[in-house]
Nanobody
Framework: EVQLQACGGGLVQPGGLLRLSCAAS????????MSWIRQVPGQGAEWVSG????????SYADSVKGRFTISRDNAKNTVYLEMNNLKPEDTAVYYC????????????????WGQGTQVTVSS
């Protein structure tokens, strides 16, 4: 059974930083690309960032480019999202997701989502 356990969310002031982690199990982690998605209740989900299976390629939404960094540790079956210079508009539930192959996938093709972790940016 695929399991994606995200953690690291919380309340942070504008300009602050958070590091999200996602522990994966139930599949060969090193063979699949991973992505982070975020969603505000009542709004559509937004793809935030993705990383390929070996960690050599990453991609970001324009809204977070230059502020967020995705990485992975295949020895620990864990993917990370480091978020710097956080803004109130980054407030959302962040989901760790698995792609169907080694290449970064668009949101329509993600096949497993974790339970999400809440990030709130507010003074």
């Amino acid at each position: 059974e695929v399991q994606l356990q995200a953690c690291g969310g919380g309340l942070v002031q504008p300009g602050g930083l958070l590091r999200l982690s996602c522990a994966a199990s139930g599949f060969t982690f090193s063979a699949f690309a991973m992505s982070w998605i975020r969603q505000v209740p009542g709004q559509g989900a937004e793809w935030v960032s993705g990383i390929n299976s070996v960690g050599s390629t990453s991609s970001y939404a324009d809204s977070v480019k230059g502020r967020f960094t995705i990485s992975r540790d295949n020895a620990k079956n864990t993917v990370y999202l480091e978020m710097n210079n956080l803004k109130p508009e980054d407030t959302a539930v962040y989901y760790c997701t698995k792609g169907p192959s080694s290449a970064i996938a668009t949101m329509d093709y993600l096949d497993y989502w974790g339970q999400g972790t809440q990030v709130t940016v507010s003074s």
